[in-house]
Every structure is written in C-alpha cells, then in structure tokens.
Nanobody, 116 residues
Framework: QVQLVESGGGLVQPGGSLRLSCAVSGSIFSISTMNWYRQAPGNERELVAS????????YGDSVKGRFTISRDNAKNTVVYLQMNSLKPEDTAVYYC?????????WGQGTQVTVSS
C-alpha cells in the first residue's frame, strides 16, 4: 500500500502563488509516474501535471507556463506543484496520485481557492 497526504492549499488572490506538497509513504519502491489532478464543483477530475521517474513533465494546456511539477527522486517520497499566476478558474480540490505496479493511489485532496 501507498499513502499520500497533500498539503499547501488555501485561499489566494488572483495572480498569487501557492506550492502544494504531497508526502508519500508506505511501499514506495517502484513508484513510477507521479501526478497532480484537480476537480472543481460540477466538473470532472482533470490531469494538471505529471512527472515520470526520469523527470519528464507533462502539463495540461490550462496551466502550461504557470505551474511546475517536481519530485524528490532520491527518496521517491515527495512530489510538489508550484502554482504561479493563479486564476479564479484554478479553484478546485487538488489531488496527488502515484502509479506503482500498475495500480493508482490517491491522496485525500487539498482545497485551492483563488478569489479576491
């Protein structure tokens, strides 16, 4: 089993920044891709950013140039999402997900609200 705990969410004004963290514990051996998803009320959960074990990153079109995903490869225990130039439409619950041995593990989510 793999356990994930997100932190760093909160209320921020438009144009501001937040850094989300996801602490990973348990059977962390062979964790491959680490992802951030988000879900706004009434919307489907969408992939925001993804990073492979080799460090290759993917970003959704709506966050390209504003968000940066990174991970602690040495220990496989942390994945970050740096969010800059936040917009009201970035408001959502953000979830961390990791893939291990063909299985997906999810955190409980952290709320990000962008509002003046």
């Amino acid at each position: 089993q793999v356990q994930l705990v997100e932190s760093g969410g909160g209320l921020v004004q438009p144009g501001g920044s937040l850094r989300l963290s996801c602490a990973v514990s348990g059977s962390i051996f062979s964790i491959s891709t680490m992802n951030w998803y988000r879900q706004a009320p009434g919307n489907e959960r969408e992939l925001v950013a993804s990073i492979t074990r080799g460090g290759s990153a993917y970003y959704g079109d709506s966050v390209k140039g504003r968000f940066t995903i990174s991970r602690d490869n040495a220990k496989n225990t942390v994945v970050y999402l740096q969010m800059n130039s936040l917009k009201p439409e970035d408001t959502a619950v953000y979830y961390c997900q990791v893939l291990r041995a063909g299985l997906a593990f999810w955190g409980q989510g952290t709320q990000v609200t962008v509002s003046s």
